[in-house]
């Protein structure tokens, strides 16, 4: 028998805060209009970044249908790509270095919930790709993961615990499967 439940109606996020509501509110139209549509041009994405309170770096290639929580928590370095369908759910701070790329569909996740609580709680964690990272298709890295120097997690796999540089990682949860060799 359990004694206890989840309690959702008891959740609260009063130690959260993410940005004012006037904020928030003006990023998810802009963030509607030029990042979750077709729009094409990526310096004008870049620039609304910024505007935002993210370090872009030049030369950053943003695709179409790509959903950034709060820029104001975001930093990007120089010639990375932002493939389409990315989700970057930075409740946290996403630091993504220069010349990384993200690919289709694949998400950086910074918050989770305390599943042992009966609130549900909130628990939040940075997420750091360093230089020349790639994220596969349809990959997921969770809170609090960095992704060493030129680490590849393969499609479709699930990043929970930090990933070694030049190392190639594929599943769920990633484990390392061999040396990323670059010629």
């Not at 963030?31 to 935002?52: G, H, M, N, T, Y």
């Not at 370095?77 to 993504?96: C, K, Q, T, Y």
Request: hydrophobic share 45%.
């Amino acid at each position: 028998m359990h004694l206890y439940t989840t309690r959702l109606d008891q959740f609260g996020n009063a130690d959260y805060h993410p940005g004012s509501a006037l904020k928030r509110g003006v990023w998810f139209i802009i963030e509607w209009i030029f990042f979750k549509s077709i729009f094409p041009v990526s310096s004008i994405k870049c620039a609304l970044l910024r505007a935002f309170g993210a370090r872009v770096g030049k030369g950053v290639v943003i695709k179409p249908h790509v959903r950034i929580k709060y820029p104001w928590f975001l930093e990007v370095g120089a010639h990375s790509w932002i493939g389409e369908g990315v989700w970057i759910d930075n409740l946290g701070f996403v630091r993504i270095g220069a010349h990384c790329c993200l690919s289709q569909g694949s998400m950086l996740l910074c918050g989770n919930h305390n599943y042992k609580l009966s609130t549900f709680d909130l628990i939040v964690g940075p997420i750091t790709l360093e230089d020349g990272v790639w994220i596969g298709a349809k990959a997921i890295v969770c809170p609090g993961v960095l992704c060493g120097s030129h680490a590849v997690l393969s499609v479709g796999s699930v990043a929970q615990k930090d990933l070694q540089p030049y190392i190639i990682y594929s599943g769920i949860p990633a484990t390392p499967i061999r040396s990323r060799t670059i010629s």
